[in-house]
């Protein structure tokens, strides 16, 4: 009796445990930066938040554009290149379409993306129209291989394709990613580079071990980048322009600079022609009135500060760019100051130059310039209060000098060219 009573106390007192020991529903985990104790500070404008300022600075270009000879310059440079060098390859995964015939398929004033999502319904593809609508077109009795009536499309509709094989999903853009290789000529990449920039396109990754630019483009650009390369065989002219951006203050702040005193100053003739735009002037120079000569000129009556330095370059009867806060202080007042350019070369080794200063706000004016080779311009009368800058009589003066880059198409390994 004993034995048991012992039992029945030690079994109670097991269940008092247990009950003790009653599971609670489990609690949902504090955040992660309580349970660590730290204090999470979010921003309050993201807009605040941007890449560092030296980072942004870091520019492969720099050392090639933004150096200039200015003692041994070369007047008529050849450029042998290598044609196969030149292509134009579509990025992105874009896999061969399904094979089977297209017979008779037509419609009328349709959607680009409605006639694409009509014959890739019935193949069993996805279609998805990144920006559309897209214009639209008309088509009667289609007929061949499904791949060669998709492309009929696109091209009629002015937009690409891509196809993804494994997820039977075709995506339709108007513009697509390119990248074009290029001979290894620095001269003509820079040539690329700035027709790009006259075109409008500014965000693109220029590869210089491989000689490549990687870009997006709609139809239009990529018709004139193919008429670019079809120019190298036909017309293979280049003319460079070496640029010096300088800004000038009169040691008289009350008083402009003299610059008929130029007339004093050098040789007649010197200055061979002045024209006046719609702000400021251009004057056509004989080599005497060069980088140093001119500022040896300026230095007698302001200070002269350099605000850019660097080079560009034009294929005949084309647009190019060249943007002055490349080649200068990011935060000069003229750092959104570009220089647009078209350029021809006529008889004689003339050289037709039409000249366009741009800001960001606009264009600030305009100049046509026909001068022979040899000589060089010389923009003048720019007011800085253009710019901001308060200094009523100080004045932004642009110098070029133009040069003729013939190229030479060849079979042979080219190795770099310098300008």
Same mark, same amino acid.
């Given at each position: 009796m004993k034995f048991n009573l012992f039992k029945y106390f030690a079994f109670f007192g097991l269940l008092v445990l247990l009950s003790a020991c009653k599971t609670e529903k489990p609690q949902p985990l504090p955040p992660l930066s309580q349970r660590l104790n730290?204090?999470? /500070?979010?921003? %309050?404008?993201?807009?605040?938040i941007r890449t560092s300022k030296g980072a942004n600075e870091l520019d492969l270009e720099t050392p090639l554009r933004c150096s200039v000879n200015w003692?041994? %310059?070369?007047?008529?440079?050849?450029? @042998?290149?290598?044609?196969?060098?030149?292509?134009?390859?579509?990025?992105?995964?874009?896999? @061969?379409?399904?094979?089977?015939?297209?017979?008779?398929?037509?419609?009328?004033?349709?959607?680009?993306?409605?006639?694409?999502?009509k014959l890739t319904k019935e193949a069993g593809i996805k279609l998805i129209a990144k920006d559309a609508p897209y214009a639209s077109i008309s088509a009667e009795n289609l007929r061949g291989e499904f791949s060669e009536v998709i492309n009929m499309i696109a091209d009629a509709g002015e937009i690409y394709y891509s196809y993804?094989?494994?997820?039977?999903?075709?995506? /339709?853009?108007?513009?697509?990613? #390119?990248?074009l290789y290029v001979p290894k000529s620095r001269p003509i990449m820079l040539g690329l580079l700035d027709v790009l920039r006259g075109s409008g396109i500014t965000?693109?990754?220029?590869?210089?071990? =491989?000689?490549? &630019?990687?870009?997006?483009?709609? #139809?239009?650009?990529?018709n004139k980048i193919m008429d670019l390369i079809k120019?190298?065989?036909?017309?293979?002219?280049?003319?460079?322009?070496?640029?010096?951006v300088f800004r000038i203050y009169p040691y008289d702040k009350e008083k402009d600079v003299e610059w008929k005193d130029l007339l004093k100053a050098f040789y007649f003739g010197t200055v061979t022609t002045a024209q006046t735009g719609v702000i400021g002037r251009v004057l056509t120079t004989t080599n005497e009135l060069n980088i140093n000569t001119l500022r040896q000129f300026l230095g007698r009556q302001a200070m002269v500060m350099q605000v850019a330095e660097g080079k560009f370059v034009v294929p005949n009867l084309w647009f190019?760019? #060249?943007?002055?806060?490349?080649?200068?202080?990011? =935060?000069? &007042?003229?750092?959104?100051?570009s220089i647009l350019a078209k350029a021809s070369l006529e008889k004689g080794n003339r050289i037709f130059s039409n000249i366009t200063l741009e800001a960001t706000k606009g264009? /600030?004016?305009?100049?046509?310039?026909?001068?022979?080779l040899g000589e060089n311009f010389l923009i003048i009368g720019i007011p800085n209060q253009i710019f901001g800058v308060k200094s009523p009589k100080s004045e932004t003066v642009v110098f070029m000098v133009p040069r003729i880059i013939r190229t030479l198409k060849t079979t042979k390994p080219i190795l770099d060219n310098l300008i």
């Open positions: 730290a204090n999470v /500070i979010y921003p %309050q404008d993201p807009n605040m003692d041994t %310059q070369q007047m008529i440079l050849t450029l @042998p290149y290598n044609m196969s060098a030149f292509r134009l390859d579509k990025n992105g995964v874009n896999n @061969p379409l399904p094979r089977f015939e297209v017979t008779g398929f037509s419609f009328e004033k349709m959607p680009a993306e409605k006639a694409l999502y993804d094989a494994t997820e039977k999903t075709m995506r /339709i853009s108007r513009k697509a990613n #390119f990248t965000d693109m990754t220029t590869n210089w071990a =491989d000689y490549s &630019v990687t870009f997006d483009a709609d #139809f239009e650009l990529k120019y190298f065989e036909n017309n293979p002219t280049l003319v460079a322009y070496d640029v010096s190019s760019r #060249f943007d002055i806060g490349k080649c200068g202080r990011r =935060d000069s &007042v003229e750092a959104d100051l264009q /600030i004016t305009q100049f046509d310039v026909r001068s022979k």
